[in-house]
């Protein structure tokens, strides 16, 4: 068979199948071109699995000489030569989307500039351009697409169901909407208004409007030329699936293994197997460090370097985490609008408040009362004494506790690193103290109060269950899981020995050989600085064999060859890893695990006081280094509405 040029309409459906894979695509499309061409406003309708889209906006909108040239393949007003590739401004500059979705649907384009005293249509069917009319609309671009897919059967058979087309559709668009805030957006699905989000001052105000989470946090951090943003929720907020971790590399939503792989770095040790964090994450770089034109959807991205991009990425959550500032909000904002949105709730913590008299409550009730007590009833009772209105009740003040607590020693023996690493190594071999003898089952040191320390603030009530510290803190209680708590200040202690060297060393009469690649062995020795600050000695032995020359005396050799090449991958496939630190957090874990207070032992006061005082030294306390909950809340308003003091 000869060589045959294909013809137009095939080169047309051959594109449309890469750029438009399914009609969430073709939205996207659409949404980008309404931006680049200013809108303020996009309104999206979609109908019948997507196979019916309409998106108009208010941008600039197209002379009626541009119209038709707007459904030719390869023509856009972005671009004029190849290096404009390296310095876009604009989110379209294939000039494939409009040619290749007319190519597989019947399409009404109908625009108006301002200025004009019509709007200028354009009809296409399956490619074939109809003449321009002269129609009426108001300032911007409507771009009506129906019937999709109508002449490529085969194609239109690999749609998934209506439900699940526009489901993707509404994932996209919120992609869209986090990425624009300015931008108002108003959704409709099958005429039903879904979504609808005004325009926002920043990113975080639009995540909050899009996650429907708050309060939500910010993270900022640069590695070089590489700039990383991120609105996040905390440890508590969880999914269950990454789908909540929305990537943008240059204010373009992208699908990037490497950049979700360091937004759940950032949150290692504070999610359980199975949960996912909840964040929008924006990476910005001088245009001629990222190549945006390696996929026909522009949904993957292509740094200069990934590992300044990881780091970034990882650095702007973590530098935010490691803070918990959802600590504060938690202990006082959120308490606080809990406590006053309650019906009938007063905050009696506060000498200003007015509090109910006995005129605002129902005749029937004060009757029932007295009825019962057997007093005197309402109509033998002076009034001055039924409104009670004299001053001395409005200006009753209440006790205010005292939660400072002494700062008591308890002597306790101190546990070698050696002793933890043979804990961590076998806990058959670890030999558990008595469980009546709390004062050596427990490495409770005595400390100085954190000034406004969180936990430090709570008031001891007791114990439950041998196992949860029992507390209050102003319009709450809070139940702290003894060993979850201890088991995150040991794990703080020794991650923080380890990151400031004073751990034990092992240098190797004879490097360790660790086979592995040469493009491994590569990056691994780029990394070397960074792994020598963690203790590992690296060399090269060969060009496909590592050396180590020494490493901490706690990781196993077996552990260490398994490590480094893991880390190895990860520094190829992703740009970055934090595989060390992951191990060397394990091993910490474990050993903190099994050298803490356990479910079940006896605490008095003091010791529970001072583990308290512990934690605010380590801001992560919230979570144990295996992500499960250190505390449960309580609040006092939830048991007065069990007990039936407020409705």
């Known amino acids: 068979m000869s060589i045959q040029v294909l013809s137009p309409e095939v080169v047309d459906q051959i594109a449309a199948g890469e750029v438009v894979e399914r009609p969430a695509h073709l939205v996207k499309e659409l949404v980008e071109n309404s931006i680049d061409a200013g809108a303020t406003r996009v309104h999206v309708e979609f109908f019948d699995g997507g196979r019916i889209v309409k998106v108009i906006d208010n941008g600039k909108g197209m002379s009626p000489e541009d119209l038709p040239k707007a459904l030719d393949r390869f023509a856009t007003s972005k671009i004029s030569k190849s290096d404009d590739l390296w310095s876009l401004k604009t989110f379209g500059f294939r000039g494939e989307a409009l040619a290749s979705i007319s190519s597989v649907s019947k399409m009404t384009l109908t625009t108006r500039r301002e200025g004009d005293e019509q709007a200028f249509q354009l009809v296409s069917l399956y490619g074939k351009k109809q003449p321009i009319d002269r129609v009426g609309g108001s300032q911007g671009t409507t771009v009506l697409m129906e019937n999709l897919f109508e ?31 300015d931008v108002e957006f108003r959704i409709q699905e099958n005429s039903k208004l879904v979504n609808f989000w005004p325009a926002c001052k920043d990113r975080k105000e639009r995540a909050e409007q899009i996650l429907e989470i708050k309060p939500l946090f910010v993270g900022e951090a640069s590695r070089e030329y590489v700039k990383a943003y991120a609105v996040f929720a905390d440890p508590h907020n969880v999914a269950k699936t990454a789908k909540n971790i929305w990537l943008f590399a240059q204010n373009r939503w992208v699908q990037d293994r490497s950049l979700q792989a360091a937004v759940n770095e950032a949150y290692r040790s504070l999610l359980m197997h199975g949960e996912f964090p909840i964040a929008a994450v924006w990476v910005e770089t001088d245009p001629e460090y990222i190549d945006v034109n390696i996929h026909p959807t522009k949904s993957q991205v292509k740094f200069h370097d990934p590992s300044l991009a990881f780091r970034a990425v990882a650095g702007a959550l973590r530098g935010t985490l490691e803070k918990a500032p959802w600590i504060q909000q938690s202990g006082q904002l959120r308490s606080q609008a809990q406590f006053a949105g309650e019906k009938g709730a ?17 005749n029937f009730a004060v009757n029932a009362a007295t009825e019962k007590s057997g007093v005197t009833t309402q109509s033998e009772m002076p009034k001055e004494n039924l409104a009670f209105q004299d001053s001395t009740f409005k200006t009753t003040q209440f006790q205010k506790k005292d939660f400072s607590f002494p700062t008591t020693s308890v002597q306790q023996p101190q546990m070698s690193y050696q002793t933890l690493a043979e804990a961590a190594e076998s806990r058959q071999n670890f030999e558990m103290p008595p469980k009546n003898d709390t004062a050596s089952a427990t490495n409770i040191e ?91 000695f690296i ?58 207070v356990r479910a079940g032992q006896a605490l008095s006061i003091d010791q529970m006081k001072n583990l308290l005082r512990e934690m605010d030294h380590f801001p992560l306390s919230s979570f144990c280094p295996h992500g499960r909950p250190v505390s449960v809340e309580y609040p006092f308003y939830k048991l007065e509405k069990d007990f039936g003091r407020i409705v």
């Open 446 to 536: 005595a400390v100085a109060p954190v000034s406004g320390g969180y936990w430090s603030s709570l008031e001891v009530l007791g114990q439950a269950n041998l196992t949860y510290i029992v507390t209050q803190h102003r319009d709450k209680m809070v139940f702290v899981d003894q060993h979850a708590a201890h088991e995150r200040v040991a794990y703080e202690k020794l991650m923080n020995a380890w990151k400031g060297g004073k751990i034990d060393i092992q240098d190797f009469l004879f490097p360790l050989a660790i086979d592995m690649s040469p493009e491994k062995v590569e990056g691994l020795l780029l990394l070397a600085k960074d792994i020598e600050r963690l203790g590992v």
């Open 346 to 362: 007063v905050d009696y913590s506060d000498p200003a408040a007015t509090y109910p008299s006995a005129k605002s409550l129902p």
């Open 151 to 181: 002449n490529m059967p085969a194609r239109l058979k690999f749609l998934k169901s209506d439900s699940a087309e526009h489901t993707a559709i509404k994932t996209t668009l919120k992609a869209m909407a986090l990425a624009h805030h």
């Open 539 to 596: 060399e090269a032995l060969g060009p496909g064999t590592v050396g180590v020359k020494a490493a901490p005396l706690f990781i196993k050799e077996s552990v260490l060859g398994k490590v480094l090449d893991r880390m190895a991958t990860e520094v190829v496939d992703q740009g970055g890893s934090y595989s060390l630190e992951r191990a060397v957090g394990d091993i910490c874990a474990t050993m903190a695990c099994h050298s803490v």
